[in-house]
């Protein structure tokens, strides 16, 4: 298969999964957002950082907030000791909601498919969204992991998390590592 075939089928795929967040209840905007919320760590839960992530307008993410928190999916607080900001949180319909999500069913299939091309898959797509990423000179949204201001049990006494975190100088439990992050820098 030559690359253009590749590059065909990968829109292919995107626009099979895109009609099917056309017909449920929600546009794609609303599903990236509901997606984003869902894995992103507590430094990164703000509208900005959304923007940011879906290269998307300032408008259209208001839009967007403005129909998730109509719809009771989405919840917004004060973010503590900064008065101009906000904290985005799924509500638990908005977690369930993630379940109809229609990339759910790519997944499956994946995870059906075997961990030679599961490996395969997931060591290629990112090799190919880094390469994007770092030509258009895009923020990453990695994990900590892979973040040069990770250190790893860093904190071991602390009730909080036993991971640290050089930027934001806090504790990091082992699930917030795994979540994707505004600030991240790769190591
Ligand atoms: S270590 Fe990096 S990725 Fe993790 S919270 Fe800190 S800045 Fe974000």
């Not at 075939?5 to 626009?15: P, T």
């Not at 319909?93 to 069913?105: M, N, S, T, V, Y």
Request: charged letters at 25%; a positive charge; glycine letters at 6%.
């Amino acid at each position: 298969m030559s690359t253009d075939d590749m590059v065909i089928l990968l829109e292919r795929l995107s626009r099979l999964v895109r009609a099917q967040e056309h017909a449920s209840d929600l546009n794609p905007a609303q599903w990236e957002a509901l997606r984003y919320l869902s894995r992103c760590n507590r430094f990164s839960n703000a509208p900005a950082f959304l923007t940011r992530y879906l290269s998307a307008t300032k408008g259209t993410i208001s839009q967007t907030l403005i129909a998730l928190e109509r719809k009771g999916l989405l919840s917004k607080a004060p973010r503590p000791g900064q008065a101009r900001s906000v904290v985005l949180a799924l509500t638990a319909e908005g977690e369930a909601k993630l379940r109809d999500d229609p990339w759910q069913q790519v997944s499956s299939m994946i995870e059906a498919s075997g961990p030679k091309t599961r490996k395969k898959l997931a060591s290629g797509s990112q090799k190919l969204v880094n390469k994007i990423i770092k030509s258009r000179g895009l923020p990453s949204f990695g994990s900590c992991d892979t973040c040069r201001y990770f250190r790893e049990g860093g904190a071991p006494d602390n009730v909080k998390g036993k991971h640290w975190c050089l930027l934001f100088e806090q504790p990091i439990t082992k699930t917030e590592a795994a979540k994707i992050c505004a600030s991240h820098d790769t190591a």
